[in-house]
């Protein structure tokens, strides 16, 4: 095989086949896949089946923590887990840019194999497109979700309610913040990695444990301020949060200082925000660190009457209203 990718690649030919047999399915392995038919069969143990999709441009395509592979499989299964679904199967479609090295793709290929396996979801369907040099850049991944739920009664958004806790799993920005820490240039002292990692493991755990959790989100592209706008918007509550409980890794709040941004509006690939009763809210923190891992898992709020504002208390006593980002100042950031 040639060490670059060609446009001979994607016409259907022996090089699209030779593509396909020794980078696709050497990596994915699936027996859906082997089948080579052009629908994959599917076993559906539920009649609720959910299904998302998602498509992924971020620059650059490695980066500390993950790249476009693992980060393709981890939001499209966290996507489908925060709806209380079980995620069990995925599509990828790539748009490959000529003349990349098949190095690269092999080891974006693989990392997506062995997230997907970590987990448990099986990648059941591909497609593989190659466009002229310049016209993408490097590789676009675009995924299809689809998970299937026993209880569809849980998690709705209408079921939060006054004196409801806000908490999520751990330290916010990481993503970005590795990101765009690596496109300045200041990423390799820092330690600095993003939080991309597969949820659907913690939140089973969680639905399984606890019985008043009315509600989850992922926060990734406009960050926690954004996802909490969301939430109160559609509940048609206010959600009041304090800076000093946020939680945020001292190498994160370097980075943001250096870089003149607030954490509140960046991505995050590894985060959940859940609204809980007061009374399980303690439990939930403690069922995270413990059993979970999530150390800085941590109460940063709680949920009022109101009208879909969402609060920010400053240490000084002031209170800020966090409104939806305007504009895109990080753009390519998933």
Do not use: W
């Amino acid at each position: 095989m040639t060490e670059k990718v060609l446009l001979a690649h994607g016409d259907g030919g022996s090089l699209t086949h030779q593509l396909v047999r020794e980078v696709f399915r050497a990596a994915f392995n699936d027996p859906a896949l082997e089948a080579e038919e052009d629908a994959a069969l599917l076993d559906a143990p539920s009649k609720h089946v959910r299904m998302c999709t998602d498509t992924f441009v971020i620059h650059p395509l490695e980066f500390p923590g993950g790249d476009i592979g693992k980060l393709a499989v981890t939001g499209t299964v966290n996507d489908l887990a925060v709806t209380g679904a079980e995620p069990r199967y995925l599509s990828v479609g790539f748009v490959l840019e000529e003349g990349l090295e098949l190095s690269l793709l092999k080891r974006i290929v693989q990392s997506m194999a062995e997230t997907a396996s970590e987990a448990g979801v099986r990648i059941v369907a591909g497609d593989t497109k190659v466009v002229e040099k310049g016209r993408c850049d490097g590789i676009y991944i675009n995924t299809c979700g689809i998970g299937f739920q026993e209880d569809v009664e849980r998690l709705h958004v209408t079921s939060i309610c006054p004196g409801d806790r806000v908490i999520i799993n751990g330290g916010v920005a990481e993503h970005a913040v590795a990101v765009l820490a690596m496109r300045a240039g200041i990423h390799s002292s820092t330690g600095l990695l993003s939080d991309c990692q597969a949820l659907n493991k913690i939140i089973r755990g969680l639905l399984h444990r606890f019985q008043t959790i009315r509600f989850m989100r992922d926060p990734t592209r406009g960050g926690i301020a954004t996802t909490l706008k969301e939430i109160a918007e559609l509940a048609k509550v206010n959600i009041t949060i304090a800076e000093e409980q946020i939680p945020i890794k001292p190498e994160v709040q370097g980075a943001l200082e250096i870089l003149g941004m607030e954490p509140y509006y960046m991505a995050n690939e590894g985060k959940v925000i859940i609204i809980v009763s007061p009374e399980e809210a303690e439990e939930v923190v403690t069922f995270l660190r413990d059993a979970q891992g999530q150390r800085m898992a941590c109460e940063i709020g709680y949920v009022t009457e109101g009208t879909g504002n969402v609060l920010l208390q400053t240490p000084y006593g002031g209170t800020r209203n966090l409104k939806r980002m305007a504009g895109t100042p990080l753009p390519r950031i998933c």
